[in-house]
């Protein structure tokens, strides 16, 4: 046993020290970027992701968020045909997900003979990316898919990020614990402060010419603007748009409230997973949230809230911000 004795941040725990600016309006503020992979290939997209989650990585929600020039992870659990149909036309800015199982790479392997070309974007998903079995099959995935850009993940240290990209993916996902209906850090102990994950998996990932996707935690567009400051590449929402109208799940209260519940929940394992098994726990659960309406809202929020960050801080682009950025400990 051992103890990290140096302070770990999350959102909360910050803010952005605004300085000297020479933008003459936020509407000049740049937000989509392009980025060159690790292992090939590139694409232009404002970093924002909708997660793939059954309630908000939906069809509508991707047609919604590619409009805004963002991007979305579908979830893994659609059915070949609905993701056949939704692949006809040309989709750069979606990713489709999978998992490790078996059946998973199989469905793939099927939906990438029956509907070619391949997906450009493909997000491999676990709860714990620190398993040799996850690393196993994200290095099969990359000889499968070698054009592919692959994201992977979730991990919130430095060496796990590093070892991720060596084996085969571009982007990581960063973040054990911090999301809204996650219970990972209650049920297990483990997890690791956000903010601080993302500074410190940032820096590991630049350095090999990686990217990382932060994955967890924002609960407002200044969250967001923090985790892009503290070096995200890319920001994943879940709980920010649960329960607008692009999601997928049970409303409430005559369409007023939704049903939002994490992907290792009970709910979640019942109707994915044929239960909880009898050797794990669900690290996830179940809240009710308010009806916020279309997604395209929110988004105009979130980026709304994104560009004044850049004015506030002298940044005349979402890639500068982090270069612009002096946070400030704050006590609670």
Same mark, same amino acid.
């Given at each position: 046993?051992?103890?990290?004795?140096?302070?770990?941040?999350?959102?909360?725990?910050?803010?952005?020290?605004?300085?000297?600016?020479?933008? $003459?309006?936020?509407?000049?503020?740049?937000?989509?970027?392009?980025?060159?992979?690790?292992?090939?290939? $590139?694409?232009?997209?404002?970093?924002?992701?909708?997660?793939?989650?059954?309630?908000?990585?939906?069809?509508?929600?991707?047609?919604?968020?590619?409009?805004?020039?963002?991007?979305?992870?579908?979830?893994?659990?659609?059915?070949?045909?609905?993701?056949?149909?939704?692949?006809?036309?040309?989709?750069?800015?979606?990713?489709?997900?999978?998992?490790?199982?078996?059946?998973?790479?199989?469905?793939?392997?099927?939906?990438?003979?029956?509907?070619?070309?391949?997906?450009?974007?493909?997000? +491999?998903?676990?709860?714990?990316?620190?398993?040799?079995?996850?690393?196993?099959?994200?290095?099969? +995935?990359?000889?499968?898919?070698?054009?592919?850009?692959?994201?992977?993940?979730? &991990?919130?240290?430095?060496?796990?990020?590093?070892?991720?990209?060596?084996?085969?993916?571009?982007?990581?996902?960063?973040?054990?614990?911090?999301?809204?209906?996650?219970?990972?850090?209650?049920?297990?102990?483990?997890?690791?402060?956000?903010?601080?994950?993302?500074?410190?998996?940032?820096?590991?990932?630049?350095? +090999?010419?990686? +990217?990382?996707?932060?994955?967890?935690?924002?609960?407002?567009?200044?969250?967001?603007?923090?985790?892009?400051?503290?070096?995200?590449?890319?920001?994943?929402?879940?709980?920010?748009?649960?329960?607008?109208?692009?999601?997928?799940?049970?409303?409430?209260?005559?369409?007023?409230?939704?049903?939002?519940?994490?992907?290792?929940?009970?709910?979640?394992?019942?109707?994915?997973? *044929?239960? &909880?098994?009898?050797?794990?726990?669900?690290?996830?659960?179940?809240?009710?949230? *308010?009806?916020?309406?279309?997604?395209?809202?929110?988004?105009?929020?979130?980026?709304?809230?994104?560009?004044?960050?850049?004015?506030?801080?002298?940044?005349?682009?979402?890639? *500068?911000? $982090?270069?612009?950025?002096?946070?400030?400990?704050?006590?609670?």
């Amino acid at each position: 046993m051992r103890i990290e004795e140096y302070i770990k941040l999350d959102f909360d725990d910050v803010l952005i020290r605004p300085k000297r600016s020479e933008a $003459s309006s936020r509407k000049t503020v740049v937000l989509a970027r392009t980025f060159d992979c690790l292992h090939g290939g $590139s694409f232009t997209c404002v970093p924002i992701i909708a997660a793939n989650m059954s309630a908000t990585g939906t069809v509508r929600m991707a047609d919604t968020f590619t409009q805004a020039q963002a991007l979305t992870c579908l979830h893994k659990f659609h059915d070949p045909a609905t993701l056949m149909r939704f692949w006809v036309s040309d989709r750069p800015k979606v990713f489709y997900t999978l998992g490790i199982r078996d059946k998973d790479f199989e469905k793939l392997r099927k939906f990438t003979e029956n509907c070619p070309p391949s997906p450009p974007l493909i997000c +491999l998903d676990a709860a714990n990316g620190y398993s040799m079995y996850f690393v196993e099959r994200l290095q099969q +995935l990359r000889e499968a898919q070698p054009k592919a850009i692959i994201m992977a993940g979730n &991990v919130c240290t430095p060496e796990m990020v590093q070892e991720l990209l060596l084996m085969g993916a571009d982007i990581v996902k960063v973040g054990i614990g911090p999301g809204s209906v996650c219970t990972t850090r209650t049920e297990t102990g483990v997890g690791y402060p956000q903010l601080s994950a993302v500074i410190e998996c940032a820096d590991a990932a630049h350095g +090999l010419g990686g +990217l990382v996707c932060a994955d967890g935690g924002c609960k407002t567009p200044g969250d967001v603007a923090k985790a892009f400051a503290g070096g995200a590449d890319f920001v994943m929402l879940g709980g920010m748009i649960a329960g607008c109208d692009e999601c997928d799940g049970k409303w409430f209260n005559n369409g007023f409230e939704f049903q939002f519940y994490g992907m290792s929940s009970e709910q979640a394992q019942e109707r994915f997973y *044929d239960g &909880v098994p009898s050797y794990a726990t669900a690290e996830g659960k179940c809240t009710i949230v *308010d009806k916020k309406g279309p997604a395209a809202h929110v988004l105009r929020q979130i980026m709304g809230g994104l560009r004044s960050a850049c004015a506030y801080t002298g940044a005349a682009r979402l890639k *500068d911000l $982090s270069k612009c950025t002096t946070f400030v400990r704050v006590s609670k």
